[in-house]
């Protein structure tokens, strides 16, 4: 094995394993919404608000963490997002008000999230591999990530019911804490700019001039839209549909464990076949899924099969968007252009997650959303069809030169 490939693989183990407590531990914070809420008397709009808080802070922070990895390197920016994420956890486990939740939840942990989670973390395994296989690579990290998923639910529940929520939050800042020692694995140093090489303004100007990038912008919100309102309102949603507490986590958990296979193959596949065209086929299947869970009898082997059928889908959408970025524009400024699309990504999980609670809170239902869901679904399709995975004129210049 040469050198390459060693230092690509430790890379790849780095990101792995910081994608899978980032994310891991992230996935199971709807498991909190519940014990909070009784225990400070909050409607469930509370703690749906702070987590939509999070996710939007997230998104608006990651452009500017993505410059920063793109420019310096992605340790430092990883460094500091897990330390605020890991204050964010010890300080939720004080929170008390809608206002020391949304700084600890919301502020804190989302601007750590934005730090150690896809768009600088798969920046770094683009630059470090082959651009032949980038992206079976970052399927690989997600497929780590959703893992993370699986392995942290069952551990998460099983935290409160040991140590209660507030103690399960100060154990769980603790785990994040590892990422800190992994960042050593990201060994991530960009070239110093060269003369004639884009200044950052230049980057942006010509991704805002593409029309494909706005358009994976776009169904990049739907898929935030759809993940966090599931993932923060399943639960409570099956407790309301007459069926026990466990299922809902287990059901969450399926999603983690097949979100492992789902993003691995949507790698796999996207260095085969037109990333855009999977990407309209994942949001089509996505809308059958949700409208047979909706709409068919509800069982508890009915709310299994949702959680593998969606989880197969849930971050599918990860390394066939980056992917895409990376083949029209290239890798050099790949964390900030993947930070901007993810911020469409958040502004939609900022919408589905809290919406999710505001409805619910005034109809008592989540009808509503889950029918919003199904025409985002069909939206995202439409609007992935049109790219086409052609580099700007500009890398096809230097590949031609």
């Not at 898929?223 to 069926?243: E, S």
């Not at 969606?310 to 959408?317: A, R, V």
Request: hydrophobic share 55%.
């Amino acid at each position: 094995m040469n050198s390459t490939w060693r230092t690509s693989g430790w890379v790849l183990l780095g990101a792995s394993l910081i994608l899978a407590l980032s994310l891991g531990i992230r996935h199971g914070f709807g498991l909190f919404l519940a014990p909070m809420s009784a225990e400070f008397g909050w409607g469930r709009e509370v703690f749906a608000f702070a987590i939509a808080l999070q996710n939007l802070i997230w998104g608006l922070a990651q452009p500017f963490t993505g410059a920063l990895a793109d420019r310096y390197g992605a340790a430092r920016t990883v460094v500091v997002g897990g330390v605020l994420y890991a204050v964010g956890l010890a300080l939720m486990a004080l929170a008390d008000s809608l206002w020391s939740l949304s700084l600890s939840a919301g502020l804190l942990i989302g601007i750590g999230l934005s730090g150690t989670s896809f768009s600088v973390i798969l920046g770094v395994v683009g630059r470090a591999v082959p651009a032949e296989k980038r992206s079976m690579a970052m399927g690989i990290a997600a497929a780590a990530g959703s893992f993370g998923q699986f392995a942290m639910l069952p551990g998460t529940l099983g935290l409160i019911g040991w140590l209660g929520w507030s103690s399960a939050l100060l154990a769980l800042g603790l785990l994040v804490a590892l990422i800190v020692p992994l960042v050593g694995l990201l060994r991530d140093n960009p070239q110093p700019p060269q003369a004639d090489e884009q200044s950052l303004g230049e980057a942006l100007r010509e991704a805002a001039a593409h029309s494909g990038f706005w358009l994976l912008a776009l169904g990049f919100f739907v898929c935030g839209f759809q993940v966090v309102f599931i993932g923060v309102h399943l639960p409570a949603y099956l407790v309301d549909q007459q069926l026990p507490a466990r299922v809902g986590t287990t059901v969450l958990a399926l999603v983690g464990l097949f979100n492992v296979f789902g993003t691995y193959l949507a790698g796999w596949l996207g260095g085969r076949h037109p990333k855009p065209q999977l990407l309209t086929a994942l949001y089509l299947l996505r809308a059958v899924v949700i409208v047979a869970f909706v709409y068919l009898p509800l069982s508890e082997w009915g709310a299994y099969a949702f959680g593998m059928a969606m989880g197969l889908l849930w971050l599918s959408t990860v390394p066939l968007t980056n992917g895409t970025v990376a083949t029209l524009f290239g890798v050099r400024n790949l964390s900030m252009l993947g930070g901007i699309v993810f911020l469409f990504h958040q502004l939609g999980a900022f919408l589905g997650g809290w919406l999710g609670g505001w409805l619910y809170d005034r109809t008592g239902s989540y009808e509503l959303v889950w029918q919003i869901s199904i025409a985002l679904s069909l939206m995202a399709a439409l609007l992935n069809w049109p790219v086409r995975e052609r580099p700007v004129a500009r890398l096809q210049a230097a590949g031609a030169a």
